[in-house]
């Protein structure tokens, strides 16, 4: 027999250094001593069981003690605690809570595994049943029970990511919940700008957030708990989360006089040695060293358990291997989005004295998960934050939707490697459409980081626009952007007038640019600079994170009551027409609103991407009367917003706009101005706000984004005029042949050109047709409409496409093989509703 090696405590840290000892040495004794009944399990996939993401329970419980006995041939031991070690007769006593029998083992050498603990802090009344704390599998099985009693309210303490995860699957499974959080934000190891954006998406989710107030004590009510708040506010709940923290679990090693500092971690070398060399410690116990700082830290995470534990089965087996420190990279699903990080934040190194600008400089910027004409593109703020001469990469923090693990992860494999914002610029990353950008969002940080140490770039601090009162706030938007939200005080130079304009400004002055990400931001803010005007300042993230930030504020107007008889609230399904009420039928005189009953009409939009819904509610309210109400229910995320500007630019009411589930269901009334006032198709120039679109090129992409933004104009109420001209002709044919008289050029045109929109290709990634067939399928997938499905919708709708007389000429393309309700018209014709509109494209 080889050497005997007893391991306290049998999940991440301690069964990995289990398993990987006896890879290395058959020979050597394992017993491995659990006091819970369950080893080696997924602990991080606990709260998704709770709301039954993860269904069934068994796909938690990855090992059990026969599996580990049988295939790495473990003694182990479930239900058995370590209750002291005896470091002189190396030696430890054990009691078996199955028998209750107490007992020694010897061991040549002991791996301390035994993790952290949640908090539970002396706080008046937290002994109430009600209030639980989720580490276990038989914590999960009781606040799983309690779920299913028929409860209706939670709530959460504690914006960590346990706490979101809890609170996500407790709104998963049906609950009301209310987050409460003592900080000002969420996700401690988020900057607070970062943490924002969250905020807005967890309020979007129906979550109650209470940020900035701690819990002063509990009072037990019976089937609830009332939670008493240091503001003096109550939060009554049927079940209360506690997930405030946790404390390492090192009573035994402190006992036994092993290093510990002062937060209670185990001290241990870099071989994951404790003070006592036949002594290891991995896990959540033990301190370990911040890469960033190389100051001592606690870092309670998986993966560092799982490596500590292998690394100190080599050093036990003889393999001498070292751990290098821990970045803290960790990655959460937060509702609709991702939240990931890596490294220091900047609250940190403020802690650690370190000054921005001197010693350190950040970027945030915006960007898409993937090439934006891809469908499917999704936006995420990164923010970098690196040394002020760029040579080091210091943390990285990101918020979106898709692609961004992939994202933190290079960034945290740059920073281990002790890259520099140059490296991030160099990286070559793979790239197609439906995966990233020719320029990664990657490679995005690592310019802008670039610009800012070369000083062509200076960006604002995310609260400057407030702090700065000197600050002259410029928006280089379009109009249309800024009708749908504008930022407060904000002077509107549309970055195309941007040159011109210049002299309205003056040049001591100091300024705040906006657009809507940040990317037309910087090509003013060069236009200025170059200008003569130095102090001007980028906002990051642009219209779109100033608008998170300020979620809070906006939430807070309160919606309108509702005082109409005929209403009643809920019930989203497809009712498309269904009318409630009677009085006012089809054909009967028009009553006034209050003389009538009102008429409610369901439409169901679920599965339809934007423009879709807004598509939708367009077609729909044109045929109402005034007072009506149309329920939209959507699962778009942005639909929630747009109705919002939508209906205050078209005049009707939003009376209400809510989520429930994954649905985002809008109650509009229809507004009482005149039909044509109210959601109006003007005739072009009638307030010269028409858009005017030249499709030029022929590309199946091309099209399609034409028609997108015509069908968008059009749901805005705004008229449109096409005009398809040379390629962009071909997309009018007809599918089948006309028999007509050509000539011998014509003919040839007549089969080469692509015979209607069906045989459009993409302008990119056609691979014969392959790439061509997969956006069709990817859009059918994600219930997007068709090419052929936009035109037809926009052709009823009233856009008035008009086909160019001297192109139809050039190429002998004839009237009888465009199809139906195409104008042929001249360029005077275009000419002439372009002068009356305020959007011109040539695609
Ligand atoms: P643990 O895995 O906790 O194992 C310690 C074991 O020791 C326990 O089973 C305990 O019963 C046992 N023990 C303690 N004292 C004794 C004793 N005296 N005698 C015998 N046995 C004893 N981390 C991430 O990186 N990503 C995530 O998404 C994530 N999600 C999480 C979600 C939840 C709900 C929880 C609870 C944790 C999550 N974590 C996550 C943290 C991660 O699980 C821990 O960092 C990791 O499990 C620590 O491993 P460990 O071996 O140190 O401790």
Known sequence: MGKKVVIIGGVAGGASCAARLRRLDETAEIVMLERGEYVSYANCGLPYHVSDVISERDALLLQTPESLRERFNIDVRIMNEALSIDREKKAVEIKNHNTGEKYRESYDYLVIATGSSPLRPPIRGIDSPLIRTLWTVPDTDEIRRIVKSGIRTAAVIGGGFIGLEMAENLREAGLEVTLIEALEQVMAPLDFEMASILHENIRDNGVVLRLGDGVDSFTDEGDRVKINLKSGDGVTAELVILSIGVRPNSGLAKEAGLGINERGGIIVDDMMRTSDSAIYAVGDVIEVKDIVSGEPAMIPLAGPANKQGRIAADNIAGFEERYTGTQGSAVAKVFDLTAASTGQNEKTLKKRGLKKGTDYETVTISQNS?????????????????????????????????????????????????????????????????????????????????????????????????????????????????????????????????????????????????????????????????????????????????????????????????????????????????????????????????EREVRKICVNCSGLQCPGPIMEVFKNIKDMREGDILEVTSTDIGFAKDIVSWCRRTGNELVSNERRGSSFIACIRKGALPETEACPIEEAGSKNNGKTIIVFDGDMDKVLASFVIANGALAMGRPVTMFFTFWGLTALRKESKVPLKKNAVEKMFGAMLPRGSRKLKLSKMNMGGMGTMMMRKIMDDKNIDSLEDMMKNAMEAGVKIIACSMSMDVMGIRKEELIDGVEIGGVGTYLGDAEESNVNLFI
């Open 370 to 594: 993937h090439a934006g004409y891809y469908p499917g593109a999704t936006p995420m703020m990164l923010k970098l934050i690196f040394t002020a001469d760029g040579e080091k990469i210091l943390g990285a923090q990101i918020v979106g939707t898709d692609g961004v693990d992939k994202r933190i992860d290079t960034i945290g494999v740059a920073l281990r490697l002790g890259a520099g914002v140059k490296d991030l610029k160099n990286l070559e990353l793979a790239y197609a459409p439906p995966y990233s950008s020719a320029k990664d969002p990657v490679n995005m940080a690592g310019f802008t980081a670039e610009n800012v140490i070369k000083g062509l770039l200076k960006m604002a601090e995310w609260n400057e626009p407030e702090t700065n009162r000197e600050a002259i706030r410029i928006d280089v938007r379009e109009e249309e952007e800024v009708a749908a939200y504008a930022i407060p005080g904000a002077k509107n130079i549309p970055l195309g007038s941007l040159r011109e304009r210049v002299g309205e400004l003056d040049k001591s002055g100091e300024y705040i640019i906006f657009c809507a990400i940040g990317v037309r931001a910087y090509n003013a803010l060069r236009i200025l600079r170059q200008n003569g005007i130095e102090k001007v300042k980028l906002f990051p993230g642009g219209a779109r994170f100033y608008r998170s930030l300020h979620s809070e504020r906006a939430e807070q107007e309160p919606l309108p009551e509702l005082p109409i008889s005929g209403y009643e609230a809920g019930g989203a399904d497809k009712d498309s027409g269904g009318e409630k009420g009677s009085a006012a039928g089809a054909g009967g005189a028009e009553m006034k609103p209050q």
